[in-house]
């Protein structure tokens, strides 16, 4: 856990790009645990722009 600076009682990345750093990975994450069935859109020209959505084939597929 670093010291000081912004919310210090929370365990911040110490540097960039490291291993399992980042808001994706959080999401990845959750998306692993939780019981809920959701999907992950990821529009890759929009700069790492996601969404999460309730899983549903014909939406996903739309969506894709």
Sequence with gaps: ???GGF???AHHAIHE???RNGVLTAIEDF????PFPLSLHRA???NGLAIITV???KRDAFIK
Excluded: A, I, R, W
């Design 31 to 34: 998306l692993k645990e939780t």
């Design 44 to 46: 890759h020209s929009n």
């Design 55 to 57: 899983k549903d084939n």
């Design 1 to 3: 856990m670093t010291h």
């Design 17 to 19: 790009n490291g291993h």
């Design 7 to 9: 919310n210090p009682t």
